[in-house]
């Protein structure tokens, strides 16, 4: 079946811009996830979505970043005012939730933001 | 919090050698752990996890026993090949309840490089 799907999968905008990035989870995944990857550095968590609500935003790093879901379906992260060290790679992942931490994620590719 | 710390690369080996790539984590509780590849162009896939102490995930030649003692999780391939050359993410989820209970925390990532 079709995989988590991300777009666009690059993004080149200028700084004080704003972007969405937009994430389609696997039909039926229930949690969905965002993560920032920066250039040689490890996944940073950004927020945790069950259905359409968001338990967990203590990875939003300021004020200019928002995400929303909805139809416990798609999400969109959105960056408002875009500076350069929002430069990464956002990646969106979903899983089945139910009551087990054991469930995998399941990564799409990733939208790959440059802020110049 | 938690914390997941994975030996720093990047790692080359020659075809048919022994792989190791050390990981070790800091958690309350009893974490699920994982071990997630990056193939160049791709999004991170599930490689093999372990649920609890003394588990041994296993995966595509690759395994990685869950060590509570030591609170490890070290990923070994007796014979790697050049297809395995990758980013390889050390990673656990915890089993506290409330929010952010279920995301993921993830190592810094070992790129490996196999040659011929």
């Known amino acids: 079946g079709a995989g988590v799907s991300q777009s666009p999968s690059n993004k080149v905008t200028e700084k004080g811009k704003d972007v969405e990035l937009r994430c389609d989870p696997i039909?039926?995944?229930?949690?969905l996830y965002w993560y920032r990857q920066r250039l040689g550095q490890g996944l940073e968590f950004l927020i945790y979505?069950?259905?359409?609500?968001?338990?967990?935003k203590s990875g939003l790093p300021s004020d200019r970043f928002s995400a929303e879901r909805t139809g416990e379906s798609v999400s969109t992260l959105t960056i408002q005012r875009t500076q350069q060290e929002d430069s990464a790679v956002y990646l969106c992942?979903?899983?089945?939730?139910?009551?087990?931490?054991?469930?995998?994620?399941?990564f799409g590719n990733g939208t790959r933001l440059t802020v110049t | 919090g938690d914390s997941v710390t994975q030996m720093e690369g990047p790692v080359t080996l020659s075809e048919e050698a022994f792989l190791t790539i050390n990981c070790t984590y800091t958690a309350t509780g009893y974490p699920s752990l994982f071990w997630y590849v990056q193939y160049p162009g791709e999004g991170l896939q599930l490689l093999l996890k372990a649920t609890k102490a003394d588990d041994k995930g296993s995966n595509k030649g690759f395994e990685a026993t869950y060590r509570k003692e030591t609170t490890s999780f070290h990923l070994e391939k007796g014979s790697v090949q050049v297809s395995d050359s990758a980013v390889y993410f050390c990673a656990l989820r915890n089993t506290r309840t409330g929010a952010g209970s279920y995301q993921l925390t993830f190592g810094k990532g070992t790129k490996l490089s196999v040659i011929p």
């Open positions: 039909s039926g995944h229930t949690a």
């Open positions: 992942a979903s899983s089945t939730q139910g009551q087990r931490n054991n469930s995998p994620l399941h």
């Open positions: 979505f069950q259905g359409n609500s968001a338990p967990d």
